[in-house]
């Protein structure tokens, strides 16, 4: 099968500062896919190079068999939403009107929304559980309910292919398993996630695969298992394995299964 | 609907007061031709208080709209139409007019006109390559190079004073101009302005949504879908069409751009789409009383209507910005 996207030897520069090295990884749809690695790894820039909001010097990203860069900006917004770490609104926005902006790579130059984009809203709205919140105003909701509501605009976009940019980042345990819980139901809905994620605690049993990405070590992929070993993590995240309690814990666990 | 009607009203009673009071009921009669007007006060109407109660409407009206476009691209309500260098070019362009050209005129516009209009675009033109680099707009940047130029050119109208030579006649003009004076237009001027903001407003439609999608920021757009930098164009040529049609009717009122969108967005939220209309109507709508009110509270002295801005929205800009403590972020 051929994987929805998928990154050969893309390296990108910010001015001289090279920020991705000769990247390559393949993302198989209906996966469910964490991306893992240490604060200025690239994370972020990954995300925004497969959404196309960057383009990448070297290498290329291919989305459906196609090279992104070739396809036009709509095109790839109706197969692509990128849901980013932070979203600033000004004025008194509501709920509704922002997920409404969604609707954006669908619409003409004159034509205005009609009724079926009104239906991808609502179902957009139900999807992320966010309906209840539709008419409150986005810039006075809480964390959790804010990382929905751009989720929701993320799906207002009908995506194939769901990027999430620390979606679990400033929410708390309950929150944590509310948004991961969303991630599966979305995922059975034939969405195909990739999420940055720095709690590494709870990528075994909600994500069929990681990405890891770091200065240090060349990107590798694999299942969760593959990768979360205390021996990559150590010279990933550049972390004594004795100073982390997640580093320990896992060392002891594989300590036991080796005995 | 009940702005439109207010509208009609509110100039109804601005035609109405002034030196000579003329009833609303004596205008509308002979407008429906029951009881015509003696010739002077036909004269008083047609040809004083009318053009400049319509230049006070589409003057209004075009900051009004222009304001709620560049707070939209800014993403600041305390953003106003000249905000990107176009006061700047404006003065420039009247001083040259004021001071050299006097007496010129051409289809009815004057010098002061005509050169403010002209200086007007230009600046926002230059301000907009001089932000531009690698093809992007950094909206930052745009805002400081139109401070910049805008105080640069500004600060020039010191300078032609020194050359005035018409012992002081010019200045007074000048100093006038400065604080917005909505004049007496003639027909042509008006129609020409009016068909300016008229296709302004057709051009701003299609924007409206756009804007709505700028709100999300530039690179959330982008990645919607959107041609950010195309429609950035748009919306600076569009606002700086309006603005620069206002400043060659009454030169620079404060103010009125940046009140205007604020309280319209108080009433219906921020969607530009349901904004547009009720802007553009409470603009107008706002500067005929004003400008009204600038020209008889004191009479027969006359206050600039600017002056009267400025102590009016002075105070509720103020108000504003203890309300919005929280800052806002471009």
Same mark, same amino acid.
């Given at each position: 099968?051929?994987?929805?996207?998928?990154?050969?030897?893309?390296?990108?520069?910010?001015?001289?500062?090279?920020?991705?090295?000769?990247?390559?990884?393949?993302?198989?749809?209906?996966?469910?896919?964490?991306?893992?690695?240490? !604060?200025?790894?690239?994370?972020?820039?990954?995300?925004?190079?497969?959404?196309?909001?960057?383009?990448?010097?070297?290498?290329?990203?291919?989305?459906? !068999?196609?090279?992104?860069?070739?396809?036009?900006?709509?095109?790839?917004?109706?197969?692509?939403?990128?849901?980013?770490?932070?979203?600033?609104?000004?004025?008194?926005?509501?709920?509704?009107?922002?997920?409404?902006?969604?609707?954006?790579?669908?619409?003409?130059?004159?034509?205005?929304?009609?009724?079926?984009?009104?239906?991808?809203?609502?179902?957009?709205?139900?999807?992320?559980?966010?309906?209840?919140?539709?008419?409150?105003?986005? !810039?006075?909701?809480?964390?959790?309910?804010?990382?929905?509501?751009?989720?929701?605009?993320?799906?207002?976009?009908?995506?194939?292919?769901?990027?999430?940019?620390?979606?679990?980042?400033?929410?708390?345990?309950?929150?944590?398993?509310?948004?991961?819980?969303?991630?599966?139901?979305?995922?059975?809905?034939?969405?195909?996630?990739?999420?940055?994620?720095?709690?590494?605690?709870?990528?075994?049993?909600?994500?069929?695969?990681?990405?890891?990405?770091?200065?240090?070590?060349?990107?590798?992929?694999?299942?969760?298992?593959?990768?979360?070993?205390?021996?990559?993590?150590?010279?990933?995240? !550049?972390?004594?394995?004795?100073?982390?309690?997640?580093?320990?814990?896992?060392?002891?666990?594989?300590?036991?299964?080796?005995? | 609907?009940?702005?439109?009607?207010?509208?009609?009203?509110?100039?109804?009673?601005?035609?109405?007061?002034?030196?000579? $009071?003329?009833?609303?009921?004596?205008?509308?009669?002979?407008?429906?031709?029951?009881?015509?007007?003696?010739?002077?006060?036909?004269?008083?109407?047609?040809?004083? *208080?009318? %053009?400049?109660?319509?230049?006070?409407?589409?003057?209004?009206?075009?900051?009004?709209?222009?304001?709620?476009?560049? @707070?939209?691209?800014? *993403?600041? %309500?305390?953003?106003?139409?000249?905000?990107?260098?176009?006061?700047?070019?404006?003065?420039?362009?009247?001083?040259?007019?004021?001071?050299?050209?006097? @007496?010129?005129?051409?289809?009815?516009?004057?010098?002061?006109?005509?050169?403010?209009?002209?200086?007007?675009?230009?600046?926002?033109?230059?301000?907009?390559?001089?932000?531009?680099?690698?093809?992007?707009?950094?909206?930052?940047?745009?805002?400081?190079?139109?401070?910049?130029?805008?105080?640069?050119?500004?600060?020039?109208?010191?300078?032609? @004073?020194?050359?005035?030579?018409?012992?002081?006649?010019?200045?007074?003009?000048?100093?006038?101009?400065?604080?917005?004076?909505?004049?007496? %237009?003639?027909?042509?001027?008006?129609?020409?302005?009016?068909?300016? #903001?008229?296709?302004?407003?057709?051009?701003?439609?299609?924007?409206? $949504? $756009?804007?709505?999608?700028?709100?999300?920021?530039?690179?959330?757009?982008?990645?919607?879908? #959107? $041609?950010?930098?195309?429609? *950035?164009?748009?919306?600076?040529?569009?606002?700086?069409?309006?603005?620069?049609?206002?400043?060659?009717?009454?030169?620079?009122?404060?103010?009125?751009?940046?009140? =205007? %969108?604020?309280?319209?967005? #108080?009433?219906?939220?921020?969607?530009?789409?349901?904004?547009?209309?009720?802007?553009?109507?409470?603009?107008?709508?706002?500067?005929?009383?004003?400008?009204?009110?600038?020209?008889? =509270?004191?009479?027969?002295?006359?206050?600039? =209507?600017?002056?009267?801005?400025?102590?009016?929205?002075?105070?509720?800009?103020?108000?504003?910005?203890?309300?919005?403590?929280?800052?806002?972020?471009?």
């Amino acid at each position: 099968m051929n994987p929805l996207l998928s990154f050969s030897g893309v390296s990108f520069s910010y001015g001289t500062k090279e920020v991705i090295q000769s990247a390559s990884f393949d993302l198989e749809a209906g996966s469910c896919a964490a991306l893992i690695g240490p !604060n200025g790894a690239g994370k972020t820039t990954l995300l925004r190079l497969a959404a196309g909001t960057l383009h990448c010097r070297t290498g290329r990203v291919i989305l459906n !068999n196609q090279p992104l860069h070739a396809l036009p900006l709509t095109k790839i917004a109706r197969t692509v939403a990128l849901v980013p770490q932070q979203l600033d609104v000004p004025f008194q926005f509501t709920v509704r009107e922002v997920v409404e902006q969604g609707r954006t790579p669908y619409l003409g130059f004159l034509r205005g929304p009609m009724s079926e984009d009104r239906i991808a809203v609502d179902r957009a709205l139900k999807l992320a559980d966010v309906t209840g919140l539709q008419r409150r105003i986005f !810039n006075e909701l809480s964390g959790g309910e804010r990382q929905r509501v751009k989720i929701a605009l993320g799906l207002a976009q009908q995506p194939k292919l769901l990027l999430l940019d620390e979606p679990t980042q400033n929410l708390d345990i309950g929150r944590q398993v509310e948004l991961i819980d969303l991630l599966h139901f979305l995922r059975g809905e034939g969405i195909t996630i990739l999420a940055s994620i720095h709690d590494l605690q709870l990528i075994e049993g909600n994500f069929s695969s990681a990405v890891l990405l770091s200065p240090d070590v060349p990107l590798m992929k694999g299942t969760p298992e593959e990768i979360l070993k205390p021996s990559i993590l150590e010279k990933a995240f !550049n972390c004594p394995p004795r100073r982390h309690p997640l580093l320990l814990e896992r060392i002891e666990r594989y300590t036991k299964r080796a005995g | 609907m009940l702005l439109i009607l207010t509208l009609v009203i509110v100039i109804l009673f601005s035609l109405a007061t002034g030196a000579v $009071r003329i009833s609303p009921a004596a205008i509308l009669s002979a407008l429906f031709g029951h009881q015509p007007l003696t010739p002077t006060q036909q004269i008083i109407l047609l040809q004083i *208080r009318l %053009p400049r109660v319509l230049a006070s409407g589409v003057v209004g009206s075009a900051l009004a709209i222009s304001g709620l476009l560049f @707070q939209g691209l800014f *993403r600041n %309500p305390m953003a106003d139409p000249y905000i990107i260098g176009s006061s700047g070019g404006a003065v420039l362009g009247a001083c040259i007019g004021i001071f050299f050209f006097s @007496q010129f005129s051409l289809f009815g516009f004057s010098a002061t006109a005509l050169l403010a209009f002209a200086g007007s675009v230009a600046t926002m033109v230059l301000v907009y390559f001089l932000a531009r680099s690698n093809g992007r707009t950094n909206v930052v940047t745009l805002l400081l190079a139109g401070f910049a130029v805008s105080t640069m050119f500004g600060y020039s109208s010191y300078l032609f @004073q020194t050359f005035d030579s018409n012992s002081g006649a010019s200045q007074a003009i000048l100093l006038s101009w400065l604080h917005g004076v909505i004049g007496i %237009p003639g027909w042509t001027q008006l129609a020409v302005t009016g068909v300016l #903001l008229l296709s302004a407003i057709v051009l701003a439609m299609p924007l409206m $949504r $756009r804007l709505n999608t700028l709100a999300l920021g530039d690179e959330y757009a982008h990645q919607l879908g #959107l $041609r950010v930098e195309y429609t *950035r164009i748009g919306i600076i040529l569009t606002g700086s069409l309006l603005t620069a049609a206002a400043v060659s009717l009454g030169g620079l009122i404060s103010f009125a751009g940046l009140i =205007v %969108p604020h309280v319209a967005r #108080l009433l219906l939220g921020p969607n530009h789409v349901r904004l547009l209309p009720v802007t553009a109507l409470s603009g107008a709508i706002f500067l005929v009383i004003a400008d009204t009110l600038a020209r008889t =509270v004191l009479a027969p002295t006359e206050i600039p =209507v600017g002056i009267l801005m400025a102590f009016l929205g002075g105070p509720f800009f103020l108000y504003l910005l203890r309300k919005n403590k929280r800052s806002y972020l471009l």
